[in-house]
């Protein structure tokens, strides 16, 4: 596929990129609720807790697939389809888009497990993908 | 001018941040959430009392951020007086019970911008836009994508089928082949639907609304006053709104919209059911957004939207007519199609409309979908007899 257009971390969301460049995928937990936060705020949209209530802890990478997309592009668009965009529900209760990638990404459905996997980005960080994960089919 | 203002509403919490240095070492969504919060700690209230949010520059933004949902939204940007213009509208809502409690906020630090060589690019001193950091890096196409994802979950829980969808683009180009300025005027079948080129998958070209030009403009002023002008009036009976994301990655569940909220509300103010409603202009920019919106608004029940379609139960005949005048999917849709909506029912109310007239329509339904099935707007307008 064509190049990636991943812009900069947003103020509340910087760990979660630098943890990418360890391919680790971490999310914003609030510990006054005990649930995560996804995308990273300044406070917890639930209990409105801030500073030392919210902490990243490592997710498991797993998941599965809650809605999924295939795009036909025409060629003139000049990208390379057809290829599956998917909103992804981590384990940990939150919800991610994300290209499924791998020998199974067309065949994927709703429901289907999948786990997390990395696409280098040329400034280091990792694109967190999510291929297929047969242990894992719901 | 009939009713005032004066009395009807009041401020109860307020916050500001200012510093000696002229510098504040918080800014972006992180300052205003902290105004928002301060001010209505000040007034003993926490975001769970919101309903109504004013933002000069986005409003939808802003909720998103909160994890608010709002049914009283303002966006309105004036410059400086954008706070005072969001005070006033505020106060009108108050007053008529579009909202309850409603904050405004305000937030900027070009001193430390500048320093800290904050901004420029999608950088904006809030920090990239959502979607650029959570979803741009996937190429997602825009605007079908979101839609075509909404399909996919709506044909997973209840089934619905690309026919089922197909018939809503059938019967839409139904009522265009009846208006001459639809930019598509031959009837199609559901074969023709399935048979056009795949767009995002489950969403094919015909099942896509049109890119075209278009314009429009509405009039609106007191009932009493109406009675002395031109034409018959059409009463503004009942108007809702709600949002509940910017971006699709944030709505909660994507088979349901949050018209789910508004449509209910603006009927209820309206005093009507369902079943009053002679004629709906469902905003129709893909196939999925008309067939959530009969599900939301209660014409079906969630989930049996794509049997409510079947059998050209929206087409001209149709126990239901949706999208008199061809729809976003055959008559125009120059991006946003919202005006359109409310042209056609406010003409279809007069009788107007010459072959494709919906004979002895009194109430009709303009609910309108902004950004990615994001804010719906319900607005219920009728004739003098529905008075
Ligand atoms: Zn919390």
Excluded at chain 1, 101 to 127: F, H, Q, Y
Excluded at chain 2, 34 to 40: G, H
């Amino acid at each position: 596929m064509s190049e990636r257009n991943v812009g900069p971390a947003s103020p509340e969301s910087g760990p979660f990129w630098e943890a990418t460049r360890e391919r680790r995928l971490v999310l914003q937990w609030c510990t006054a609720c005990e649930e995560p936060i996804q995308y990273p705020r300044s406070f917890c949209p639930r209990c409105q807790a801030s500073g030392s209530s919210l902490e990243w802890r490592d997710a498991s990478g797993l998941g599965v697939v809650y809605a999924i997309v295939v795009e036909h592009k025409p060629e003139a668009m000049g990208e390379e389809s057809p290829y599956a965009v998917a909103l992804v529900d981590l384990e940990e209760g939150v919800r991610l888009m994300t290209n499924i990638v791998g020998p199974d990404a067309l065949s994927a459905t709703i429901s289907t497990g999948v786990r997390v996997t990395w696409e280098p980005l040329e400034d280091g960080r990792n694109l967190p993908l999510f291929e297929v994960s047969a242990a894992k089919q719901v | 001018m009939t009713g005032t203002l004066r009395g009807a509403a009041a401020i109860v919490g307020v916050a500001d941040a200012a510093s000696p240095t002229g510098e504040l070492d918080r800014f972006g969504r992180d300052l205003e959430t902290a105004m928002v919060l301060e001010a209505l700690d000040d007034a003993g209230l926490t975001l769970a009392d919101v309903d109504g949010v004013c933002h000069s520059q986005s409003a939808m933004a802003f909720a998103e951020y909160l994890g608010v949902h709002p049914q009283y939204t303002d966006s309105t940007n004036t410059g400086g007086s954008s706070y005072e213009v969001h005070a006033e509208h505020a106060a009108g809502a108050i007053a008529a019970g579009l909202a309850d409690v409603v904050v405004g906020v305000y937030a900027a630090t070009p001193r430390s911008d500048r320093k800290q060589r904050r901004g420029g690019g999608r950088f904006t001193p809030n920090g990239p836009m959502p979607a650029a950091e959570w979803e741009w890096p996937y190429r997602l196409r825009m605007p079908m994508g979101p839609y075509a994802l909404a399909a996919s979950r709506h044909m997973y829980e209840f089934g619905t089928t690309p026919e089922q969808l197909a018939e809503i683009a059938v019967s839409t180009r139904k009522w265009a082949v009846l208006n001459p300025r639809a930019r598509f005027s031959e009837e199609i079948t559901v074969s023709d639907v399935l048979a056009s080129p795949m767009q995002v998958a489950p969403l094919h070209l015909l099942d896509c609304c049109l890119v075209t030009d278009g314009a429009g403009a509405f009039v609106m002023t007191s009932a009493e006053r109406a009675k002395t002008l031109r034409k018959p009036p059409v009463y503004v009976l009942g108007a809702a709104t709600c949002h509940d994301h910017m971006i699709i990655s944030q709505m909660p569940d994507l088979t349901t919209t949050p018209g789910a909220i508004s449509g209910p509300a603006a009927f209820s103010m309206a005093e009507i059911k369902p079943d009053d409603v002679d004629i709906l202009m469902g905003y129709d920019s893909f196939t999925i957004t008309a067939l959530l919106h009969l599900e939301d608004l209660g014409f079906c029940s969630k989930g049996e939207g794509g049997a409510f379609v079947e059998d050209g139960r929206t087409a001209p005949g149709g126990s239901l007519p949706m999208n008199t005048n061809g729809g976003g999917l055959s008559y125009t849709h120059p991006g946003a199609y919202g005006m359109f909506l409310i042209v056609e029912a406010v003409r279809q109310l007069r009788g107007e409309c010459g072959p494709r007239q919906v004979e002895g329509a009194e109430v009709a339904v303009a609910h309108g979908s902004g950004m990615v099935l994001s804010c719906m707007s319900t607005l219920v307008l009728g004739t003098e007899a529905t008075l």
